[in-house]
């Protein structure tokens, strides 16, 4: 409640899909009208809709057109942003400490600092889980951030150049890559990479062809999308095989080298470009967050209600946060459950204020979807009279469309949405397919 004549602070870490989302209404809705002081933190200045980074590694989608600048956006809604990287919590003076930030050449921009709070918030998302694979760390791409998706994309294009302007004999495997896991990211990032190989030589690098460019999933468990239904994953598996990529299921990577990546059958696998997509975890600082309880992969454990089980004022959602359901499982980290949870947390915050109690989460499960570019899509919508519904092509693409047009209407409102779609279909227009710099 407010102290005094100061309004109530609510910290929000993580500008992820949730957080963000979470910021731009609780701004809206109390910092607008001056009932509550609503401060964003993440450590990075923009935000792009993670489930689309691993377009962004293949450049068939542009991140500079599609970031949100976090200071513009709290402007607009009436939020602070502070730009810094969370490192450390007093529980009992209610305060989170940041470090610094450094510029591209290593100087210190802004000191480290610590922000009050009367209401915390945790989103700060996952990060890829090497569970502790030799060599993964060091031989491995991944797809956690901007900056990993714009190096990968860098990466990708200037091989292929090389090879493209190179008259002696390529290294084998120079252009192959091999992907470790094949969940929804792996698989997504598979087919828009085969997109890729066939539009570079539509836009000049017809020294390649398709069959220099060998792509390959590696699956621990014995299909592809595990936590789908059978049905779709063998939909989607057949999908990729008519697309030539190899898919190696029921192996597990037991050492990544500079060469290719090894399985758990002795198998080495070459490649030039080697991806790791096999599990997450939540960033490793939150396991020593002041002894708020976690659980094996570092979320925090809280209660329905998203309170950590140890501090009614520290409310942690998304990816980073381990929810209970009803079946003794946890909420799936998914951009659907931060979607949810995020707008409980706007009706349950805005309650607090007014003494009301904290509202409990029930995860509602709409189905997933997993995307293979201009392919195919398929998955499963759920519904209460409808139960599991399988849909692929057309309708399965345009639902999976519609999941980031709600995140943009839950940031922008109807009518900006509107006008950035119609602004995305003109520089489509006029520009290429994929980035080609």
Known sequence: MPTGTQPHRIVIVGGGAGGIELATKLGSKMGRKGRAEITLVDSNRTHVWKPLLHEVAAGTFDSYENQLEYLAQGAKNHFRFRLGRMTGLDRRNKIIEVAPTYNADGEEIIPARSFPYDTLVIAVGSISNDFGIPGVREHCLFLDTLQQAENFQSRLIESHIHVHADTAPSDPGELDVVIAGAGATGVELAAQLHKVSRLFRAYGLDGLTPQDIKISIVEAADRILPGLPPDLSQATEDELHKLDIDVIKGERVVEATPEGIRTSDGRLIRAGIRVWAAGIKAPDFLKDLDGLETNA??????????????????????????????????????????HQQASLLVKSLCGRLRGQPPLDYHYRDYGSLVSLGKYS?????????????????????????????????????????????????????????????
């Not at 329905?304 to 140890?310: G, I, K």
């Not at 779609?421 to 994929?434: C, D």
Request: hydrophobic fraction near 45%.
């Open 297 to 338: 992969i570092s979320q925090l454990v809280v209660r329905p209600t998203l309170q950590t089980t140890l501090d009614d004022d520290i409310y942690a959602f998304g990816d980073c946060a381990a929810c209970p359901l009803p079946d003794g499982g946890t909420v799936p980290p998914r951009a659907q459950s931060a």
């Open 377 to 437: 899509t398929v998955g499963n919508l759920m519904g209460n009279l409808t139960g599991s519904v399988r849909v692929e092509g057309f309708m399965a693409r345009m639902v999976y469309l519609t999941l980031y047009k709600l995140h943009q209407l839950a940031l922008f409102g109807l009518f900006r949405t509107s006008m950035l779609s119609i602004s995305h279909l003109f520089r489509a227009s006029v520009h290429p397919e994929i980035k080609l710099h």
